[in-house]
């Protein structure tokens, strides 16, 4: 049985773990809203260029010539996995789960005898797969300095992994991260990107354009910019699906911070009755006594 | 005269979504102005100026690279970074110039033999400088 002070203490323990939380939710909530802000700001970019780059990758994908980044080297045999996670804790299940995604990924492509690279951006995901796959790291990315991703971020990471592909030193793409579905729900989603793959509006009427210069042209110069995008497009995603994460996850810390208050308190005040009722027992069975 | 839609954007932000009588474009094998009922075109932009003129005046914003696609009733360009003229200050200016440059003598490091990209970075530097002619802003040397 712990002392009155004991109790005491215990109580103001956790209440002012209650107020640590509340305000990172609300944090969150700011944040959050501010990711969504710039996950929609980026959308119009995004379909437009999907569509355009549909409409290109069906006229000149099929010929001998297209590029590498849209047919592929011909081989499935290394992997590459870019895993995008959050920089900090405290987040509930996000980085979690995305790590979850991407060992089972991993282990499937090691299980069918293939060779696995992993790049990682965010140090959460990192710690988490570094015990079973730590020897398929190749790379890092560290965004803890970064306050607000921005497109310049996203370039810097495409530029690395197109010198890799470059340098022959993969032959498949793919990114995971946290598609941001509402506060609650955000699911863990592979994507691959190299070799692209474009989603064809099939009613769609194609449209002939001119092209200028020439459309292999601007295909070579379009598709690295793709990976860029798409990129981009994950990671404002996954800050959205972060912040989210987060709120939900201290919104529930809050409450049950609250409930072991209420708790508490009854403990406290029963046990502070208990010693009133003793004393006065003790009073008087004194006074009884004489 | 016949409209078309104009639709800027940046990965970041759209940048501007509004009816256009004409829309002068930096393309990357010269200048082209799209009028409404143009052929369809989807052309790679250099850095420039781009000038959309409306029914209240003209807008000029400063693109570096991306691309546009032109149809007979709209313009749409994606733009790789895109800043409407009056906030190209110096200092934003000069820093692009900057940006150019190291670029520049990065290919010129990393490409020692192979011309393509040095000359690209180099016209694209040379752009950078035609920019700050055009808005009345020079590149510091």
Known sequence: MPSLKDLKNRIETVKSTRKITKAMQMVAAAKLRRAQDAAEASRPYTERFNAVMGGLAASVGGSDSAPKLLSGTGSDQVQLLIVMTAERGLCGGFNGNIAKLAKAHAQKLLADGKTVKIITVGKKGRDAMKRDLGDHFVGHVDLTEVKRVGYADAQGIAKDILGRFDAEEFDVATIFFARFENVVTQHPTAQQIIPAKFEQEDDAEATLYDYEPSEEEILADLLPRGVATAIFSALLENAASEQGARMSAMDNATRNAGEMIDKLTIQYNRSRQAVITNELIEIISGAEAL | ?141
Do not use: C, W
């Open chain 2, 1 to 141: 005269m016949a409209n078309l839609q104009f639709d800027l954007v940046s990965p970041e932000r759209r940048l501007a979504q509004l009816q256009a009588t004409e829309v002068q474009i930096p393309g990357a094998d010269g200048d082209m102005t799209a009028m409404a009922d143009h052929a369809p075109t989807i052309t790679t932009l250099r850095p420039g100026i781009l000038t959309v003129v409306h029914g209240g005046g003209s807008d000029a914003y400063v693109v570096s690279g991306g691309f546009a696609e032109i149809t007979a009733t709209g313009v749409s360009v994606l733009a790789e970074q895109a800043l409407p003229r009056d906030e190209v200050t110096q200092e934003v200016y000069d820093q692009m110039v900057e940006d150019a440059k190291t670029a520049y003598g990065r290919a010129q490091e990393t490409f020692k033999n192979e011309p393509g990209p040095v000359d690209d970075a180099a016209k694209l530097l040379s752009d950078m400088v035609a920019i700050g002619g055009h808005i009345g802003l020079t590149a510091k040397n």
